[in-house]
C-alpha cells in the first residue's frame, strides 16, 4: 500500500509542476507577450522553477504550446462531436459551446495560430485539428444531402469547418461583430448545407 500510494504522490507532484509551468505560460501570453517573444527562462521564472525542470517536462517552447493546444482540442471535441456524430441536438447550442470553448482556450489559441505561421509542428497541428472534425461534418453533410456526390460532400464539410474556425478565432480574438449575431449567421448556413 505505502508502494501505490508514493506513486501517486510522485505524480501529483509531477502533474503540479507540469501544470505551473502551463500556467505561467498562459498568464504570461495573456499579458500580451506573442508567443515568439515567450522565452523558456520568463516561464520557470513565473512558475517559480528551474530551467532544467522546464527541460524534463518539455522539450521546447513548441512542444509546451502543442500541449496547451491538445488540451484545447480535447474539450472542443467533446462539445461539437457529439452533434457531429448524430442527428440529434440543435446545431446553435452546439456552436454555442464552441465559442464558450475557443473563449476559455483564448490565450492558447492566439499562441497556436501565431505560431502555425511559422513553426511547422505547429501548423501540422493546426491542420490536424481541423481534420479531426471534418469526418463528422461530411457525415452531418452527406445525411441531409443523400444525392450529393462524395468530393462535394468533402468540400462542403472542409468549407463548414475552416469557415466556422475562422468566424469564430476572428470573434474572439478581435471581435469585430455581435457573437450572438455571428452564432445565429453560423448555425443559418450550417443548417443550410446539412439539410437541417
Known amino acids: 500500500m505505502a508502494v501505490l500510494s508514493r506513486r501517486a504522490q510522485v505524480a501529483g507532484a509531477r502533474r503540479a509542476t507540469e501544470d505551473a509551468l502551463l500556467e505561467a505560460t498562459l498568464s504570461l501570453l495573456a499579458e ?20 532544467p525542470t522546464f527541460y524534463s517536462y518539455f522539450r521546447d517552447k513548441r512542444a509546451l504550446v502543442l500541449r496547451l493546444g491538445v488540451e484545447f482540442e480535447e474539450d472542443l471535441a467533446k462539445v461539437a462531436v457529439p452533434w457531429l456524430e448524430s442527428a440529434d441536438g440543435d446545431v446553435r447550442d452546439t456552436l454555442e459551446g464552441v465559442l464558450a470553448v475557443f473563449q476559455k482556450h483564448a490565450t492558447t489559441l492566439s499562441a497556436v495560430v501565431e505560431a ?29 444531402n443523400p444525392d450529393l456526390d462524395e468530393e462535394s460532400v468533402r468540400a462542403r464539410a472542409y468549407t463548414l469547418i475552416y469557415m466556422t474556425e475562422s468566424s469564430i478565432t476572428t470573434q474572439v480574438l478581435r471581435p469585430a461583430v455581435d457573437a450572438d449575431a455571428l452564432i445565429t449567421q453560423l448555425a443559418f448556413m ?4 446539412t439539410g437541417g
Open 32 to 51: 500580451g507577450l506573442p508567443f515568439a517573444e515567450l522565452s523558456i527562462d520568463q516561464i520557470v521564472k513565473r512558475a517559480g522553477l528551474s530551467r
Open 190 to 193: 450550417w443548417d443550410a448545407a
Open 116 to 144: 502555425a505561421t511559422y513553426d511547422a509542428d505547429v501548423a501540422e497541428f493546426w491542420g490536424a485539428f481541423h481534420a479531426r472534425f471534418r469526418p463528422g461534418g461530411e457525415a452531418r453533410v452527406r445525411a441531409g
